[in-house]
T-cell receptor
Framework: KAGVTQTPRYLIKTRGQQVTLSCSPI?????VSWYQQTPGQGLQFLFE???????NKGNFPGRFSGRQFSNSRSEMNVSTLELGDSALYLC????????????FGPGTRLTVL | GESVGLHLPTLSVQEGDNSIINCAYS??????FIWYKQESGKGPQFIID?????DKRQGQRVTVLLNKTVKHLSLQIAATQPGDSAVYFC???????????FGTGTRLKVLA
């Protein structure tokens, strides 16, 4: 079956703009987590959605937000972009929340100029 | 944010040799662990997992060992191939928060 898909794969924005990234989980998976990956900080957890509810949140400012739809697809939004937001944004899906297999998508490479 | 510093240790192995990648995890209550492989420009790829009620699990060419006494996880790759060159991460699931905590990655370089 199809893996986790993320769109767009690459994005270039300027400071102050906002961006929306999309993630479609593996069919049957109801949990979607978002991560930010940078060379200096590694993988940082942003938030997790399960059954359209935010179940967990990392330590990111309120400029970072997300949501999940009834079909389990998820979007994350970053407003008022800063240069430091340049990163690879990864989405991961799992059947449920907690201790079970989590599969990553290819990521969206965001560059903020 | 929650993070793991990216001071990546590097393991260089000869093609055909076995590789052992180690990971120290942080939470003695963690009950589930995953090893991921990440190639340049790609998302992490699930390799193998293990639950805390097991000490060892084998996959195709890979074995994961779990030592709960010292909170240590290892990934063994048999007959390492050039395609195994990547960064390898371990992840632990915190049963209290359901969050995954990622270990510091290890870069594996396979020498021809």
């Amino acid at each position: 079956k199809a893996g986790v898909t993320q769109t767009p794969r690459y994005l270039i924005k300027t400071r102050g703009q906002q961006v929306t990234l999309s993630c479609s989980p593996i069919s049957g998976h109801r949990s979607v987590s978002w991560y930010q990956q940078t060379p200096g900080q590694g993988l940082q957890f942003l938030f997790e959605y399960f059954s359209e509810t935010q179940r967990n949140k990392g330590n990111f400012p309120g400029r970072f937000s997300g949501r999940q739809f009834s079909n389990s697809r998820s979007e994350m939004n970053v407003s008022t972009l800063e240069l430091g937001d340049s990163a690879l944004y990864l989405c991961a899906s799992s059947r449920t929340s907690g201790s079970n297999e989590q599969f990553f998508g290819p990521g969206t490479r965001l560059t903020v100029l | 944010g929650e993070s793991v510093g990216l001071h990546l240790p590097t393991l260089s192995v000869q093609e055909g040799d076995n590789s052992i990648i180690n990971c120290a995890y942080s939470n003695s209550a963690s009950d589930y662990f995953i090893w991921y492989k990440q190639e340049s420009g790609k998302g992490p790829q699930f390799i193998i997992d293990i639950r805390s009620n097991m000490d060892k699990r084998q996959g195709q060419r890979v074995t994961v060992l779990l030592n709960k006494t010292v909170k240590h996880l290892s990934l063994q790759i048999a007959a390492t191939q050039p395609g195994d060159s990547a960064v390898y991460f371990c992840a632990e699931n915190d049963p209290g928060t359901y969050k995954y905590i990622f270990g510091t990655g290890t870069r594996l370089k396979v020498l021809a």
